[in-house]
């Protein structure tokens, strides 16, 4: 008899288990969430569950301050490096921060608010192209839901992909959607989905509630009625901008930047690359643009560039979080 634990026996069909998230007490950690669900999906994308958000809270209230001074992480950095000693025994702060403009965020801001914890959402302006799903999103979606040939014809002809025999279809969808959205390119892109998604009999024509985008009154009223959070960019349409051209590059980040603006009356002046990802060309992007600073998504190892536009982030999600 096989007695080896499941996860051996199926590696493909049951999903890494990420350690928990340790974080030191006296550190400065900018987290990231995205979306919020009352119930548990662990193969979908980047979902946390309501309860687990407000038990993380609780945790972090008793250890740390809560900021949304977003630019201090460079200050505190530096202030670390020059008096260790000092800083020790101090309190840490914790930047909480949303991205990609779900609209189930809208109960924990305005919980966060009630509590006098600043935040900070980085939305993708997309939401004001009277779209309710981000392209990324709609595609995981219609994959979910896409009969299988439909699926997979998409994916070996649209975006070359090999055919794929396993049968766990979030898992699935998950993983074909990862790879899909890294081989589209910038200009088709949206075009390619749209075309799958209404080629889709069976795909929900509304959006899952867990991936539906705010709509720009739910951003108005966020803007008018919960001071304590502020709306940065996280671009256009989620794209990969690692991959971007040029003038790709300018329509999605200065183009966001001076759409947040106009709605805001404010400068805008902090970016957060979709996906994490970005290069040389789009640091020099986000510089023309006018951004004073720029964040990650969890990926600190591949910082390179100037840190102001290369701020780490740590990635929560469904993840544990553990203080030392
Ligand atoms: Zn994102």
Redesign the pocket.
Known sequence: MNKLPIANRMPFLIPRRFPAVRLSQNGSHALLY?TFSERHRPYYCNVTTYEKFYRDILLLKKQFMFSNALERMELNERELDGASEQKQGSRGTIYLTF??SYRSILPVLAFCHANDIPTSI?VNTYLFENQTLLPKDKLFQALRHAPRPAALTFLNETVAMKNNSLLFRDYLAMRWNRRAMATLSYSDYEKEINTFFSACPFAPRDPDPDLAMMTPDDLRHIAQDLPSVRILS?GRS?FDLSRADTASLEQDIAGSKKTLEHMLGRAVSMF?Y??GFYSEATLEAVKRAGYTHAIA?GIDDQAQGPRALTLPRTSIDTRALSVL
Do not use: Q, V
């Open positions: 995205h991205d990609d980085f996280h989620h957060a979709p996906y998504a």
